[in-house]
């Protein structure tokens, strides 16, 4: 089988009711990220930090994998399907897809707040959609916070996600800005051969290798086009 890699962002979960990652207004759910999304801000005031993602998980949990997640996870029958994400949320996996990199994390896990927390490999399964300050720890005792990357922390995932796309045959880009790094430096990863694709309703205005096709459309739009027209002739 041919190994095709997706690279998806926030439009691939907006589908789903799963809000993007910022406002126009720079605001993240009315809140600054820099009062919800930082290390410092979970030294100042974990308390709403813990409130924040609480909130966040119970709105991913009432959600449901959209038409564009299912159609990925179709495209194992066809394909060795690696999905490289910067989405928070666990709709690829429900949606049935094998093989899932978290590059911002997974907010159904917590992980240790102690000093280590952004390299830490030991992650805890989240029952429901609260963490409690004071009843949910680590074994050597710090309060569990979210498997969630922080801006201004490292991105433990991206080694591997480079590696994935450095053989890949087929990619496709879908539902991201491009704007965050490193991990937008993805699509430079990919061999010269690979064929690739940019799915997003604004893909026209972004600027991109030569090697890639813009489909300027929605999430499950551009998979339907790609099923359609451009995928079966790769099988």
């Not at 491009?178 to 430079?188: D, E, K, R, W």
Request: aromatic share 8%; glycine share 6%; with cysteine.
């Amino acid at each position: 089988m041919k190994k095709l890699v997706v690279f998806s962002g926030a439009g691939m979960s907006a589908e789903s009711g799963i809000n993007t990652f910022r406002d126009s207004d720079g605001l993240w759910e009315q809140h600054r990220v820099e009062d919800v999304a930082t290390s410092a801000a979970w030294r100042r005031d974990p308390a709403l930090v813990q409130r924040f993602y609480n909130e966040r998980r119970k709105n991913i949990l009432s959600a449901q994998p959209n038409a564009a997640h299912q159609l990925i996870a179709e495209l194992e029958d066809h394909f060795d399907v690696h999905v490289i994400t910067q989405n928070i949320d666990d709709l690829h996996e429900r949606a049935g897809s094998s093989n899932v990199i978290h590059l911002h994390g997974n907010i159904r896990l917590a992980k240790s707040s102690g000093p280590t927390a952004q390299y830490t490999t030991e992650f805890y399964p989240i029952e429901g959609a609260a963490l409690d300050l004071d009843t949910h720890f680590c074994r050597k005792g710090y309060p569990l916070r979210p498997h969630v990357v922080w801006f201004g922390e490292a991105v433990p995932a991206y080694e591997e996600a480079q590696d994935c796309v450095q053989d890949a045959e087929l990619f496709i880009v879908i539902g991201t800005s491009l704007q965050v790094y490193p991990v937008a430096g993805l699509i430079h990863a990919i061999p010269p051969h690979c064929t690739a694709y940019y799915i997003d309703p604004k893909a026209d205005q972004q600027p991109l290798p030569a090697q890639f096709e813009k489909i300027a459309m929605t999430a499950t739009q551009g998979m339907c086009y790609l099923q359609e027209k451009r995928l079966h002739e790769r099988i």
